[in-house]
């Protein structure tokens, strides 16, 4: 995607050295690009979890390069000691993407094959491209599938624009490249189809004012910042005609968690029977859980990040401010689950399906097994 109309990725091998990975450090966005260097695992460590990169898709790959990073200079002899401590380190940071663990997990598995160290060095890098360059193809691809969506509903309405809710920043900084659900709006604006885009705030951290407004503004597609708590209102006076969101977790039968404030979104749309779509690569499914409500594990923030807003002051100085008492108790729940009830439809690499766990499998079938 563009970034004063010159391609970037989020995450990327330095060109010159290949031991050092560098990532768009997205807490300075959108007044400063600021490019970081990760050259260990803590660096890995404190980059997802301090929120340098975020988004499910990208906490994968960042993860995948991390354990690179990890058998970087290992001893022969200790090499799986060093990966398995790396592997716990990096899961610890965000527990509810599945992503993360899946990234990590294949990179375990991966560097079996490998039968000396610099034959297993070469194999965990490789496979970290691998992870990075698949992430960016099925975002891609979703976004194709995705935008046969938006055609349809711009046929019903000629010469006007097709408006869609999102929630949060699902968009390319939340990935390698093109984003979830933001894939098939920038498919559909390619094509020429007129989109206008309804941007949430997404507090507490202002990924939606901060990331995807800025990512939109970019790529030149017209859209509305509005606060969190708009969406319902619009909704109801016909101003939405789709709402597409991303999810950090989603299972088998169709359960999605992501982004906190995604579930009430849900919930209007079903009231005002607009359309409510997932956008998703397989990486994001969890093919363990079947109840999201009762088991995917809901990441609790400090408060600290409700009780103060980071910006860009007057002066032009980055500054952080207090927005709340200090003595007052907080409850800061990163994600929400929206019950597969409530969902349209997923938008996948391998095509369109409902929010259930026989149609998920049938785009899926080896995931199938036995007593499931």
């Known amino acids: 995607m563009k970034i004063n109309n010159i391609d970037y990725r989020t995450i990327w091998p330095d060109p010159a050295n290949r031991q050092?990975?560098?990532?768009?450090?997205?807490r300075h966005l959108p007044h400063r690009l600021v490019i970081e260097d990760l050259r260990t695992v803590d660096d890995f460590a404190r980059a997802i979890g301090e929120m340098h990169v975020r988004g499910a898709g990208l906490i994968g790959a960042t993860a995948g390069f991390a354990m690179y990073s990890a058998i970087l200079g290992a001893d022969p002899d200790n090499v799986d000691k060093v990966l398995r401590e790396a592997a716990e380190k990096l899961?610890?940071?965000?527990?509810?993407?599945?992503?993360?663990?899946?990234?990590v997990n294949r990179q375990l598995g991966a560097v079996?094959?490998?039968?000396?160290?610099?034959?297993q060095t070469g194999i965990i890098f490789?496979?970290?491209?691998?992870?990075?360059?698949?992430d960016a193809e099925f975002c891609r691809r979703l976004g194709e599938h995705g935008l046969e969506i938006i055609r349809d509903i711009s046929?019903?309405?000629?010469?006007?624009?097709?408006?869609?809710?999102?929630?949060?920043n699902a968009g390319w900084l939340a990935f390698v490249d093109y984003g979830s659900a933001t894939a098939p709006i920038y498919a559909a604006h390619r094509e020429g189809i007129k989109v206008h885009v309804w941007v949430d705030e997404t507090r507490p951290w202002l990924q939606g004012a901060k990331l995807?407004?800025?990512?939109?503004?970019?790529?030149g597609v017209p859209h509305t910042l509005i606060a969190d708590n708009t969406g319902g209102h619009l909704m109801q006076h016909r101003m939405v005609d789709l709402v597409i969101v991303g999810t950090d977790r989603t299972t088998y039968t169709g359960d999605v968690a992501n982004k906190i404030g995604t579930y009430l979104k849900a919930l209007a749309a079903k009231d005002n029977q607009i359309p409510f779509y997932v956008a998703l690569p397989s990486s994001t499914f969890d093919w363990q859980i079947r109840d999201g409500v009762r088991e995917i594990p809901i990441e609790e923030r400090s408060g600290e990040e409700i009780k103060r807003v980071t910006g860009l002051s007057e002066s032009g100085r980055i500054e952080t401010v207090a927005i709340a008492p200090a003595t007052t108790e907080t409850a800061n729940y990163a994600f929400d689950v929206t019950p597969a009830r409530l969902?349209?439809?997923?938008?996948?690499?391998?095509?369109?399906?409902?929010?259930?766990e026989e149609e998920i499998l049938a785009l899926y079938p080896e995931k199938r097994r036995e007593g499931r």
């Open 91 to 103: 899961i610890a940071t965000r527990p509810t993407a599945t992503n993360l663990a899946w990234a």
């Open 126 to 134: 490789e496979n970290a491209m691998r992870i990075a360059d698949e």
């Open 212 to 219: 995807t407004a800025w990512e939109l503004n970019e790529e």
């Open 155 to 168: 046929r019903k309405k000629p010469g006007e624009p097709v408006n869609i809710l999102t929630h949060c």
């Open 343 to 356: 969902i349209t439809g997923l938008i996948t690499e391998r095509g369109v399906c409902g929010a259930s």
């Open 20 to 26: 050092i990975i560098k990532i768009i450090d997205q």
């Open 112 to 119: 079996e094959k490998g039968s000396d160290l610099a034959a």
